[in-house]
């Protein structure tokens, strides 16, 4: 079992950063692919950056080359850097952990562990 905590939400203006982190507790060697999800109200919950074990990344579309996803395995630690920050970007923000090789297909539904979320608020 592995158990996942988010933090590193809070409120910024439109244009700042924020870096969220997850920390992995538990059974983290079975952990192969990671990723972070974003809720925002009214949506489907869906999945904005992954990373596996060798360090791949895959971004959705609206994050790409904003949102910098990233892993220190000594730490079990999981970030998200999240610069240039837009209100469309507020939500609620979940790191999601599994023992699959390749996850970026994955839906939140999919993984096997699964964050509590961290608020995140960008103001215009």
């Known amino acids: 079992e592995v158990q996942l905590q988010e933090s590193g939400g809070g409120s910024v203006q439109s244009g700042g950063s924020l870096r969220l982190s997850c920390v992995a507790s538990g059974d983290t060697v079975s952990v192969t692919c990671m990723a972070w999800f974003r809720q925002v109200p009214g949506k489907e919950r869906e999945g904005v950056a992954y990373?596996?074990?060798?360090?791949?990344?895959y971004y959705e579309d609206s994050v790409k080359g904003r949102f910098t996803i990233s892993q220190d395995n000594a730490l079990n630690t999981l970030y998200l850097q999240m610069d240039s920050l837009k209100p469309e970007d507020t939500g609620m923000y979940y790191c999601a952990a599994d023992g699959t090789d390749f996850c970026s297909y994955y839906r939140w539904d999919q993984f096997d562990y699964r964050g509590q979320g961290t608020q995140v608020t960008v103001s215009s």
């Open positions: 990373i596996d074990d060798d360090d791949s990344t």
